[in-house]
């Protein structure tokens, strides 16, 4: 490959030591007369990171922001070791804790969460065989290390203490027809305050209110204090100001401003606390999942336009980046390519960026957790 | 909001309290009165690997012991032939008096009994048997205190939900509501017996029934349709009986406790104790009883005080409220009263047990 002509060396510093380094080519080159009925963009760009020839359809894909700067990156192979006979199924979600200990939610045979070290090592099973484990989506790790698993299936938010034991239950599983109640399968608008269909994501301001991407089937924000109390939500269907188009992701910055991620039509949505309506970001694809750095300080927010399972497809081509952003949208860079190789993305569905300049990454096709480091200039937010 | 109501007449009644008990009569008064308590918080400890769900029952033995029936992981569907199957998800699990982990009826899915598929309650009777309810075989099983089964009541239908059937279960066992008599429940919710022990079972969600059965599980009579008048039920979802063979049903979408006498001959209702989930009187010489006011699925904060009576229904005092920290409720399901001033409440919501001390 061309990065490894110019950086071979790095490459077999890397080999030896268990890294492997990859850069990408600036994305661009000659343009291409649009195809009658599917033109793309006037100055849409012919190619995909990665030098993938696009199609007129496929340009129409490619986010506003895919010229923005390479972040140089590397990838740490072979980074989680699970013991003999244990096997990721899916990679869903990924979350760190203050410790540096890492969980991940896999949909397996059955769905199951599992905690690492910061080695990769694996540790022990959490909420083995729970009556929460239905359908994976998601895992959090709040401020204190409490763990949080959304559940799809169980149409729940589990809230696991830091011992692995449930300490509080948001939603409630149907047990059709044993618990009395129904299965909902249209949107309910406004959705009862205290149940989900099928949800998303979760996250939490600084003071512990609760925020639940709820989700496949609803489209709202629905925000609890830290006991669980519903204070008011926020969202319906639709691709207006403050509305979403399968809402699949969520996360808040220092400030409690709440950023959704619209995938179905590849926008972030931003309200502030009392989840009144901001802004939106149009320019950096589908967000599959997002991740705001902790902090302290400067925060930054990472979305991935993650690529589709089947790799015969122009949006296949058109996306697989991760972008790097300022919280008002700004785009820093991006990084990643769609691929099956170690280092590149099999469509990520999770990502943890709790310390600066390293990013996990949840992978659905591939059923793995991967490690990543980047490399940012000082304008990409890097330091020296 | 009803929590809201009731607090504001708990002013009104403190401040002008001469007025409103000559205006409400006294046992609305004395309804008010909370009575103090403690919760022993994380009173189970458990394994590593095993984490409650649902918990719909808890029961305690002769010799303090705790009996835990809840809904666990699960149940898996096999699609067979025409059919699907579904096995697992209730598990039924012992534990000490200081509530330490001692065994699992079943420790994997396929040594569970056969009637374990989605838990709805456990109860000990005097002879310190242990009998589980569970909705959705449509079984009560009775063991004894080494697990070994003494006897089946209903029968689980063989598939759940045959493909193009128009009927749920595919096996017709009358409308549901009809009170349809006989041996088999319609998800069954709970388990009493008489002093003769005779055994009482609230024939439940799918049926509107009290069935009635000799010690031996020869099936004497069921009472009961759908309905809110004398002698109907709408989810008669808890039972007891007191020692005189008096039979209280939690007729818990009626908003009332209805009692009968031992043959089912209506007696006597009880209400202004919201929608009884979950019922317990404490053996002895004074007995009480003890009713939930559990919340809804739709709202964790909703009510969910447990009321103390007299067996007349007079009220003595109340206690909690719904929520998901202790000494909060999360929708009880059963109420352990054997030591009348030390409850173990089971929460479906909360996925836990609470050992309760009144004060």
């Given at each position: 490959?061309?990065?490894?002509?110019?950086?071979?060396?790095?490459?077999?510093?890397?080999?030896?030591?268990?890294?492997?380094?990859?850069?990408?080519?600036?994305?661009?080159?000659?343009?291409?007369?649009?195809?009658?009925?599917?033109?793309?963009?006037?100055?849409?760009?012919?190619?995909?990171?990665?030098?993938?020839?696009?199609?007129?359809?496929?340009?129409?894909?490619?986010?506003?922001?895919?010229?923005?700067?390479?972040?140089?990156?590397?990838?740490?192979?072979?980074?989680?070791?699970?013991?003999?006979?244990?096997?990721?199924g899916e990679g869903i979600g990924v979350a760190s804790n203050?410790?540096?200990h890492i969980f991940v939610n896999t949909c397996a045979?059955q769905t199951r969460n599992f905690e690492?070290?910061?080695?990769?090592?694996?540790?022990r099973e959490i909420g083995k065989d729970s009556y929460g484990n239905v359908f994976c989506h998601g895992i959090r790790v709040d401020?204190?290390d409490n763990i949080w698993v959304i559940d799809e299936g169980a149409s729940s938010i589990i809230k696991y203490n830091p011992q692995g034991r449930a300490v509080m239950i948001l939603g409630r599983r149907?047990?059709?027809?044993?618990?009395?109640?129904?299965?909902?399968?249209?949107?309910?608008?406004?959705?009862?305050?205290?149940?989900f269909?099928r949800p998303t994501d979760v996250a939490w301001?600084?003071?512990?209110?609760i925020?639940v991407a709820d989700g496949?089937?609803?489209?709202?924000?629905?925000?609890?204090?830290?006991?669980g109390?519903?204070?008011?939500?926020?969202?319906?269907?639709?691709?207006?100001?403050?509305?979403?188009?399968?809402?699949?992701a969520i996360?808040?910055?220092?400030?409690?401003?709440?950023?959704?991620?619209?995938?179905?039509?590849?926008?972030?949505?931003?309200?502030?606390?009392?989840?009144?309506?901001?802004?939106?970001?149009?320019?950096?694809?589908?967000?599959?999942?997002?991740?705001?750095?902790?902090?302290?300080?400067?925060?930054?927010?990472?979305?991935?336009?993650?690529?589709?399972?089947?790799?015969?497809?122009?949006?296949?081509?058109?996306?697989?980046?991760?972008?790097?952003?300022?919280?008002?949208?700004?785009?820093?860079?991006?990084?990643?390519?769609?691929?099956?190789?170690?280092?590149?993305?099999?469509?990520?569905h999770g990502?943890d960026?709790?310390?600066?300049?390293?990013?996990?990454?949840t992978?659905?096709?591939?059923?793995?957790?991967?490690?990543?480091?980047?490399?940012?200039?000082?304008?990409?937010?890097?330091?020296? | 909001?009803?929590?809201?109501?009731?607090?504001?007449?708990?002013?009104?009644?403190?401040?002008?309290?001469?007025?409103?008990?000559?205006?409400?009569?006294?046992?609305?008064?004395?309804?008010?009165?909370?009575?103090?308590?403690?919760?022993?918080?994380?009173?189970?400890?458990?394994?590593?690997?095993?984490h409650l769900g649902?918990?719909?029952?808890?029961?305690?033995?002769?010799?303090?012991?705790?009996?835990?029936?809840?809904?666990?992981g699960?149940?898996?569907?096999?699609?067979?032939?025409?059919?699907?199957?579904?096995?697992?998800?209730?598990?039924?699990?012992?534990?000490?008096?200081?509530?330490?982990?001692?065994?699992?009826?079943?420790?994997?899915?396929?040594?569970?009994?056969?009637?374990?598929?989605?838990?709805?309650?456990?109860?000990?009777?005097?002879?310190?048997?242990?009998?589980?309810?569970?909705?959705?075989?449509?079984?009560?099983?009775?063991?004894?205190?080494?697990?070994?089964?003494?006897?089946?009541?209903?029968?689980?239908?063989?598939?759940?939900?045959?493909?193009?059937?128009?009927?749920?279960?595919?096996?017709?066992?009358?409308?549901?509501?009809?009170?349809?008599?006989?041996?088999?429940?319609?998800?069954?919710?709970?388990?009493?017996?008489?002093?003769?022990?005779?055994?009482?079972?609230?024939?439940?969600?799918?049926?509107?029934?009290?069935?009635?059965?000799?010690?031996?599980?020869?099936?004497?009579?069921?009472?009961?349709?759908?309905?809110?008048?004398?002698?109907?039920?709408?989810?008669?979802?808890?039972?007891?009986?007191?020692?005189?063979?008096?039979?209280?049903?939690?007729?818990?979408?009626?908003?009332?406790?209805?009692?009968?006498?031992?043959?089912?001959?209506?007696?006597?209702?009880?209400?202004?104790?919201?929608?009884?989930?979950?019922?317990?009187?404490?053996?002895?010489?004074?007995?009480?009883?003890?009713?939930?006011?559990?919340?809804?699925?739709?709202?964790?904060?909703?009510?969910?005080?447990?009321?103390?009576?007299?067996?007349?229904?007079?009220?003595?005092?109340?206690?909690?409220?719904?929520?998901?920290?202790?000494?909060?409720?999360?929708?009880?399901?059963?109420?352990?009263?054997?030591?009348?001033?030390?409850?173990?409440?089971?929460?479906?919501?909360?996925w836990?047990?609470?050992?309760?001390?009144?004060?």
């Open positions: 490959m061309k990065t490894r002509c110019i950086y071979g060396v790095a490459v077999a510093l890397a080999m030896a030591t268990g890294i492997t380094l990859f850069a990408q080519t600036p994305a661009g080159g000659a343009q291409t007369p649009p195809a009658g009925g599917q033109a793309p963009p006037a100055g849409a760009q012919t190619q995909a990171p990665g030098g993938v020839t696009l199609t007129p359809a496929a340009q129409r894909l490619l986010p506003k922001a895919v010229n923005a700067p390479d972040i140089k990156y590397e990838v740490v192979r072979d980074f989680l070791k699970l013991p003999p006979n244990v096997y990721m203050s410790k540096g045979q690492f070290d910061e080695k990769g090592n694996f540790v401020a204190q149907i047990g059709f027809p044993y618990n009395g109640m129904e299965p909902p399968v249209k949107e309910a608008n406004p959705a009862p305050p205290y149940i269909n301001d600084a003071a512990g209110n925020f496949y089937v609803n489209s709202r924000i629905a925000k609890y204090d830290k006991y109390k519903f204070i008011k939500q926020a969202g319906s269907r639709g691709s207006g100001p403050g509305q979403f188009n399968l809402l699949h996360a808040v910055d220092a400030q409690g401003n709440v950023y959704g991620g619209s995938r179905s039509d590849q926008r972030i949505v931003v309200f502030d606390n009392d989840l009144n309506y901001k802004t939106t970001f149009d320019h950096v694809g589908a967000p599959w999942s997002l991740c705001i750095t902790p902090g302290p300080g400067h925060q930054y927010l990472y979305t991935s336009n993650s690529n589709p399972d089947n790799q015969d497809t122009e949006l296949h081509k058109a996306s697989g980046q991760i972008f790097k952003m300022e919280l008002d949208g700004t785009v820093l860079g991006k990084f990643g390519v769609p691929g099956k190789e170690q280092g590149q993305f099999s469509t990520v990502i960026c709790r310390v600066p300049n390293e990013i996990l990454t992978e659905i096709v591939e059923w793995r957790l991967q490690k990543f480091i980047l490399h940012p200039t000082a304008a990409q937010g890097g330091t020296k | 909001m009803k929590s809201a109501r009731l607090a504001s007449r708990l002013v009104l009644a403190g401040s002008v309290a001469a007025f409103a008990g000559a205006l409400f009569g006294s046992s609305l008064v004395a309804q008010q009165k909370e009575i103090t308590f403690e919760s022993a918080g994380d009173f189970l400890k458990l394994p590593d690997d095993i649902e918990v719909a029952g808890v029961a305690t033995t002769a010799n303090g012991n705790l009996w835990v029936y809840y809904q666990g699960g149940p898996n569907a096999t699609i067979g032939a025409s059919r699907v199957y579904i096995n697992g998800g209730a598990r039924l699990l012992e534990f000490d008096r200081t509530g330490k982990y001692l065994r699992e009826i079943g420790t994997s899915e396929n040594d569970r009994p056969y009637a374990f598929l989605f838990a709805q309650g456990v109860r000990v009777d005097p002879q310190n048997n242990v009998w589980i309810v569970d909705r959705a075989s449509r079984m009560v099983v009775k063991f004894d205190q080494a697990g070994k089964v003494l006897l089946t009541l209903g029968r689980r239908l063989e598939a759940v939900g045959e493909l193009g059937s128009s009927g749920v279960f595919g096996r017709a066992s009358g409308p549901p509501g009809s009170g349809v008599p006989g041996d088999n429940f319609n998800q069954p919710l709970d388990v009493a017996w008489d002093a003769a022990g005779n055994i009482f079972i609230p024939d439940g969600y799918g049926n509107a029934r009290v069935a009635k059965f000799d010690k031996n599980g020869k099936f004497i009579k069921s009472w009961g349709a759908t309905g809110a008048g004398q002698g109907q039920f709408n989810i008669p979802a808890s039972i007891a009986v007191d020692a005189k063979g008096m039979v209280y049903v939690a007729d818990m979408g009626n908003n009332r406790i209805q009692v009968f006498d031992n043959d089912g001959t209506f007696k006597s209702e009880i209400k202004n104790v919201g929608a009884p989930r979950a019922l317990c009187i404490s053996p002895g010489a004074q007995q009480y009883l003890y009713s939930s006011n559990s919340n809804p699925t739709e709202d964790p904060f909703l009510n969910g005080e447990i009321y103390k009576m007299q067996l007349d229904g007079t009220v003595i005092g109340r206690f909690g409220k719904a929520g998901h920290q202790f000494k909060e409720f999360g929708m009880v399901n059963a109420i352990d009263c054997r030591d009348p001033n030390t409850l173990y409440v089971a929460e479906m919501m909360n836990r047990v609470q050992k309760i001390t009144l004060k």
